[in-house]
T-cell receptor, first 111, second 113 residues
Framework: NAGVTQTPKFRVLKTGQSMTLLCAQD?????MYWYRQDPGMGLRLIHY???????AKGEVPDGYNVSRLKKQNFLLGLESAAPSQTSVYFC??????????FGPGTRLTVT | GENVEQHPSTLSVQEGDSAVIKCTYS??????FPWYKQELGKGPQLIID?????GEKKDQRIAVTLNKTAKHFSLHITETQPEDSAVYFC????????????FGTGTSLTVIP
């Protein structure tokens, strides 16, 4: 099993550009999550999904959209990137809503 | 929402000594408390967890204790080794909310050989 994979690993955007981050898991997990990690602030939940076709807002959803069209994939979109969205983004999944498995992260810089 | 506080933010110990990291939470509905280890450039990895119906759980050199009344839980690492050096995060999860996880701000642990 590859576990949780994230694409891309690194990205630099200019302010106003858009992009999509892809998270994929091959463990048949129901729950998937997107977090951002900023220095000194731990991980903060952006959006999450409790199953295929469902999405919900987390702590810091503004400026992001998500989609879960297939059970194994969870996409995070930035429609108009801002410097405040410079961060490391982590995806996680869990079968039961408990033990989370994290991906390796995507480092995004918005200039 | 839930508020999780974690202390200390940095911790240095000599190899072989014990390390203790403490977290408090605010929402009494939280019922699942995992601890994650994050090495540089990698994603967090679950190392131990505890549910609210248990007071203590141990796995070799690591243990977690939970005091529901006081709303705090702690990670204990005994006989520390240099490879224990990493950032550790605690988290709390509230059921029936999609199991949203709320994380502490992390503790950078350095084990000095």
């Amino acid at each position: 099993n590859a576990g949780v994979t994230q694409t891309p690993k690194f990205r630099v955007l200019k302010t106003g550009q858009s992009m999509t981050l892809l998270c994929a898991q091959d463990m048949n997990h129901e729950y998937m999550y997107w977090y951002r990690q900023d220095p000194g602030m731990g991980l903060r939940l952006i959006h999450y999904s409790v199953g295929e076709g469902t999405t919900a807002k987390g702590e810091v959803p503004d400026g992001y959209n998500v989609s879960r069209l297939k059970k194994q994939n969870f996409l995070l979109g930035l429609e108009s990137a801002a410097p405040s969205q410079t961060s490391v983004y982590f995806c996680a999944s869990t079968r039961t809503g408990y033990e989370q498995y994290f991906g390796p992260g995507t480092r995004l810089t918005v200039t | 929402g839930e508020n999780v506080e974690q202390h200390p933010s940095t911790l240095s110990v000599q190899e072989g000594d014990s390390a203790v990291i403490k977290c408090t939470y605010s929402d009494s509905a939280s019922n699942y408390f995992p601890w994650y280890k994050q090495e540089l450039g990698k994603g967090p990895q679950l190392i131990i967890d505890i549910r609210s119906n248990v007071g203590e759980k141990k796995d070799q050199r690591i243990a977690v204790t939970l005091n529901k009344t006081a709303k705090h839980f702690s990670l204990h690492i005994t006989e520390t080794q240099p490879e224990d050096s990493a950032v550790y995060f605690c988290a709390a999860s509230i059921p029936n909310t999609g199991n949203q996880f709320y994380f502490g701000t992390g503790t950078s642990l350095t084990v000095i050989p």
